[in-house]
């Protein structure tokens, strides 16, 4: 049950996320293609004063028509993750939206300089498979005690005369006080094929604990990888758009002045668009991550208030 609630939780996060970076790749289109629009009216202009050619309009138009096309493939595919949200979270997909955002895509969670193994172990799947451990460990021990002898502890007294004048003389008592014993005289076979179940099955225990915990540090250092790298992208990425603005700003100026034509504008805007894409993209990959790795220690990188006892092989 655990374990469901805290994959839908993430689910539903990582969803929620990748899908305000839609909405700030939408944006840009919407912004582009307004400038888009600008640039031909401009060019068209220029073409009507002599300056510009009728390849440069042809240019202007390819373009603006080009990124007018991208808009709907991203509007179904934001539709398409409004509606699985709306599934997880239970509501029908036609009335389900989410409130527009005051601001952009806030910065994912400070990492922790380190994150201690321990956390790992309220994971749901960790700690299921830890009890069913100690369970098959138990097993063992009620196994092992089939094998020893019961005992049961009773106490009659009696008299054995039927003479009522000779109920109080001695040899007229009787006393059966103490264990009666029960042996495993017949059941010894039995016993030891439960006994050899049982630690069959603790060993199959230990086998699955090892494996989902073996599982689990793998999702941990595959998130905190994704979270270095990601950020290493970001750094980058970023250093290429601002470069793309600077080179877009430059043919704009150039081609203002005359001395080039549209083509060089027009690539360098695409250029700055697909890297400004490219920026929104990391940033919501980078959240998506850091929700992976919040899901992968269970809930957070906060300490575990309690620790969990580990029962020992018997």
């Not at 400038?35 to 401009?42: I, K, Q, V």
């Not at 400070?110 to 960790?126: F, K, Y």
């Not at 080179?247 to 697909?274: D, F, H, P, W």
Request: hydrophobic residues 45%; charged residues 20%.
């Amino acid at each position: 049950m655990e374990s469901t609630k805290l994959i839908l939780q993430a689910e539903v996060a990582a969803d929620y996320f990748t899908l305000r970076a839609l909405d700030a790749e939408l944006g840009l289109i919407a912004d582009t293609i307004d400038t888009y629009r600008r640039s031909l009216e401009l060019t068209a202009n220029r073409r009507k004063g002599g300056v510009a050619s009728d390849l440069d309009v042809a240019q202007a138009e390819t373009q603006l028509r080009t990124t007018e096309a991208e808009l709907p493939a991203l509007q179904l595919q934001r539709t398409k993750l409004l509606h699985a949200m709306a599934a997880l979270c239970g509501q029908a997909a036609s009335g389900f939206e989410l409130a527009q955002p005051r601001a952009g895509l806030a910065p994912p969670p400070a990492l922790p300089v380190t994150v201690p193994s321990e956390l790992l172990e309220r994971r749901p799947d960790i700690a299921a498979a830890e009890r069913r451990m100690a369970a098959a460990n138990a097993e063992i021990g009620v196994a092992q005690s089939a094998f020893y002898p019961r005992l049961q502890f009773s106490g009659l007294a009696g008299l054995q005369s039927v003479d009522a004048s000779a109920w109080f003389d001695w040899p007229s008592r009787f006393w059966a006080v103490g264990p009666s014993l029960e042996l495993p005289l017949f059941t010894g076979g039995r016993n030891r094929a439960q006994l050899a179940s049982a630690r069959a099955a603790h060993d199959e225990a230990v086998a699955r604990y090892r494996q989902t915990a073996l599982a689990a540090f793998q999702e941990v250092e595959d998130q905190l990888a994704a979270q270095h790298l990601l950020a290493s992208q970001l750094e980058s990425e970023s250093a290429a758009l601002t470069a793309a603005r600077h080179t877009l700003e430059i043919a704009n100026n150039r081609y203002k002045a005359g001395l080039v034509t549209y083509l060089e504008v027009a690539t360098a805007q695409s250029a700055a668009l697909a890297r400004e894409r490219a920026v929104a993209q990391l940033q919501g990959e980078k959240l998506v991550a850091a929700i992976g790795l919040i899901k992968a220690l269970g809930g957070g990188w906060q300490a575990p208030t309690k620790e969990l006892a580990m029962p020992k092989p018997r």
